[in-house]
């Protein structure tokens, strides 16, 4: 895992965790048919609007970045796709089918989640926590298989944890933990992952550490960030959302001008393109943009 | 299942099936191990009984049922409490969290001491029907207050609450010094009066419901992160919780009719348990129903022979010994929060 991933197609069909033979990805997928995708979809409560008509369509293992302010809708999008919240307008669907219609069970074989903070009272080992990811697979009153065993073994060689494989989970650091609740994400072998600002509260090398892992991974990822920098170093593409709606949707270069992040976060900024991915350098009040071309 | 659990189950058992026969010998009456044998042997119609009638009738008619009973509740109150702590997340829930068992104390006093029924219910059948009542209501109230596990607990608190003060409301206005005596050896929780119907029906309910709760044992599993993780590995939220918790009120309703609100059982058991299996539900509720088969044995044991001739409510005892590993429970928990 150096530099930027791999998004070549072959390579991803041979990291497959899942091991599974996959005729839809050879072909050319059809639009809308084949994936997540959300559309048109809303949440309200009683007095609020928090999604409102978002449309989002994912490429076989793309890494897409949310962006926006806080409470601007990214998570309860994340949760809309991930079928833990029903929209109240409009459709999730997984290779074209509503979610409610694919069912619970089968959906998490398929979409993982990666909470923001998870918490428990649970004495567990970090072996414990990632085999919580088969349990989309096991059937009631029989013992794990031996390929739940391989999928955790996996996993857990993935991230870079077979050694911590016995520690308890309260005895780990932040970035342990996420990387655990990885992990166990991988462990569901899911075709989609969706992470709800998993680089929160790390220092800045496990967020690197941690994003070089996710690109690095043979899935389609959706992953709320609220670093600017990152969400341009590690994303194939970026929605910017705003009160529930989408501001802007493209690639980083696209996406990160000083316009728009004026627009949505009302800060000032020079964006300059390095080889690769745009830089975004934030103002101070009432200081002037550098001379260089952005 | 894996060798760990098939040591852990079996020595389980053996422990179980030696505690119960040797606690049927303890008593005033001398009654030796191979006494019980043979009075059991006899009367599952394999050999002769050699004791006399008054000693056969010891062990078959007051001492086995006894002794089975307190294995059977032992075993389901630790069972409910272990899926309770894992359904609400909350490791101080136990089997009694739902108001079940001040919902039994209520129908009971409501049969004994206001005569519902005309004669024709018995103090159990009233305490079961309290039970499911007071479980329906605390149901019915956490639905309409959004139904999220805290609020699961506090409408439990809040239903004990009610029924507590409709018994003490009802004994003190309507009960003779007898009555109430009666009714508070039962409301702390005795083993006194158990019978072979009682013996077959609770162990039948403990078997239908362990069986249930082992069917949804990694489903239990996956709420070690909340309701949302949960959701996010395939089980629905929901509905799982109506079903286990209605599963574990039936057989917390079925054990309390039977012999009262046995306190602590259900709560310091699960908790002992895990420190020997880890956390996992398919090792834990079995093994979990062992130690508190044989647990809630020993003390039941000893709140008859300890005083003796004077008994003991079983509950009293449990609770001697529950409230310091309560204490224990609070202080681990004080260095996680």
Known sequence: MTGLPERDMTGRAEQDMSGRTQPGMSGRPQPGMTGLRADRVSRRTADKVIVDGLTLTLGPGETVGLLGPNGSGKSTLLRLLAGVLAPTAGVVTLDGRPLPEVGRRATARRIATVEQHAHTQTELTVRDVVALGRIPHRRAWTPPTAADAEAVSAALARTGLTDRAAQSWHTLSGGERQRTQIARALAQEPRELLLDEPTNHLDIQHQLD?????AGLPVTTVIALHDL?????????????????????????????????????????????????????????????????A | MSARTLLLTGGGLAALLMSVAVAVTIGPADISTGDVWASVAAHLGVGESTLTPLRDGIVWNLRMPRTLLAAVCGAGLAVC?????????????????????????TGAVAVVVLGVGGGAVSLSAGAFLGALLSFALVLLLSHALGGSTDRVVLSGVAAMQLFSALTSFTVLTSADADTTRAVLFWLLGSLTGADWAQVLLCALVLAVVLAVCLGYARTLDAFAFGDEA?????????????????????????????????????????????????????????????????????????????????????GVVTSLIGVPAFVAVLYRGRSKA
Not at chain 1, 210 to 214: H, P
Not at chain 2, 91 to 101: H, I, K, M, R
Not at chain 2, 274 to 303: K, S
Request: aromatic share 4%; proline share 7%.
């Open chain 2, 81 to 105: 409490g272990a899926v309770m702590q894992s359904l609400l997340r909350n490791p101080l829930a136990d089997p009694f969290v739902l108001g079940v068992s001040s919902g039994a104390s």
């Open chain 2, 230 to 314: 949960a959701a996010g590995l395939g089980v629905r939220v929901a509905r799982t919780r109506l079903v286990l918790l209605s599963a574990t009120a039936l057989l917390t309703a079925a054990l309390v009719s039977g012999a009262g609100a046995i306190g602590f059982v259900g709560l310091v058991l699960p908790h002992a348990t895990r420190a020997l299996t880890g956390a996992g539900h398919a090792r834990l509720l079995p093994v979990t129903a062992l130690t508190g088969a044989v647990f809630l044995v020993w003390v039941d044991t000893l709140a008859r022979t300890a005083l003796d001739p004077q008994e003991v409510p079983v």
């Open chain 1, 210 to 214: 941690l994003l070089e892992l996710v």
């Open chain 1, 229 to 293: 920098n990152l969400a341009a170093m590690y994303c194939d593409r970026l929605l910017v959302l705003r009160d529930g709606r989408a501001v802007a949707e493209g690639t980083p270069a696209e996406v990160l001008t000083p316009a728009l992040i004026e627009q949505v976060y009302a800060v000032r900024a020079e964006v300059t393109t390095e080889p690769g991915h745009p830089v975004i350098r934030f103002l101070r009040r009432g200081a002037q943009p550098s001379a260089r071309p």
